[in-house]
C-alpha cells in the first residue's frame, strides 16, 4: 500500500477535525486518532466561550436586556458571562445610537478589551445611523471600530441578536473575524519578511 494512502486527512481551517480514511483502528474497531491543528482547537473553545461587553445606548438596550433573559438561554452558546468591565469581555454589542461625543468613549471601551476582542453592531442605528441622519450622530460604528456582524433592524427582535451570535461563532469557527483575519495578514507579512 502506499505511503499516501495511509495519512490522515488534514482538517482545513474551520472544518471539523477529520479522521483518516485509512487511519489504523482499535481492537473495538474504532478510529485510533484523529488529527487537527492546535490553532483550531483554540478557537472552538473561544467560540462557545464570549464575554460580552453591553453598549445599549438607546432603546436597542431594552432588546438586549430580554435577550439576556430566561427566555433565551443564552448560555446554552456560552455567552451569558456580561461585563461591565472591558478588560474582562471579549465582546463587544453596540445596542443603540451613538452620537459624535460617545464615538470616543466606544473606542476606548473597545482598545481596553481583551484580545482577540470581536463587535456586534445591533440596530440600524448602530450600523448606519438610522433615521439619525444629522450632523450630531455617527453614521455607522464601522467608522471607528471594526464590526464583525450587524444585526439589522429597529429595533432587532432578541431572535436576531441571538442569530448574530450565532453567525460571530461560525466566523471564529472559520477564522473569518476582523481580528482573526488582522492577525493572519500580519503573521504573512512577516514571514513575507523572513521575521
Ligand atoms: S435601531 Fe431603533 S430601537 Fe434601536 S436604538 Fe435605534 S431607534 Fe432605538
Not at 500500500?1 to 486527512?9: N, V
Not at 460580552?52 to 455567552?79: N, Q
Not at 450630531?136 to 450587524?150: A, K, L, R, S, T
Amino acid at each position: 500500500m502506499a505511503d499516501d494512502a495511509m495519512k490522515p486527512t488534514l482538517p482545513t481551517r474551520g472544518s471539523a477535525p477529520t479522521v483518516g480514511a485509512k487511519a489504523p483502528r482499535t481492537p473495538d474497531g474504532s478510529q485510533a486518532f484523529v488529527t487537527t491543528k492546535l490553532e483550531h482547537l483554540v478557537d472552538l473553545a473561544r467560540t462557545n466561550s464570549l464575554w460580552p461587553f453591553p453598549m445599549g445606548t438607546a432603546c436597542c438596550g431594552i432588546e438586549f436586556m430580554s435577550f439576556m433573559m430566561s427566555h433565551y438561554d443564552i448560555s446554552r452558546f456560552g455567552a451569558e458571562v456580561v461585563r461591565f468591565s472591558p478588560r474582562q469581555s471579549d465582546l463587544l454589542i453596540v445596542a443603540g445610537t451613538v452620537t459624535d461625543k460617545m464615538a470616543p468613549v466606544m473606542v476606548r471601551i473597545y482598545e481596553q478589551m481583551a484580545e482577540p476582542r470581536y463587535v456586534i453592531s445591533m440596530g440600524v442605528c448602530a450600523c448606519t445611523g438610522g433615521f439619525y441622519r444629522a450632523y450630531h450622530v455617527v453614521q455607522g460604528i464601522d467608522e471607528f471600530i471594526p464590526v464583525d456582524v450587524y444585526v439589522p433592524g429597529c429595533p432587532p427582535t432578541p431572535e436576531a441578536l441571538l442569530q448574530g451570535v450565532v453567525k460571530l461563532q461560525e466566523m471564529i469557527a472559520r477564522g473569518e473575524t476582523n481580528y482573526q483575519r488582522g492577525l493572519a495578514a500580519r503573521k504573512a507579512a512577516r514571514a513575507a519578511v523572513g521575521k
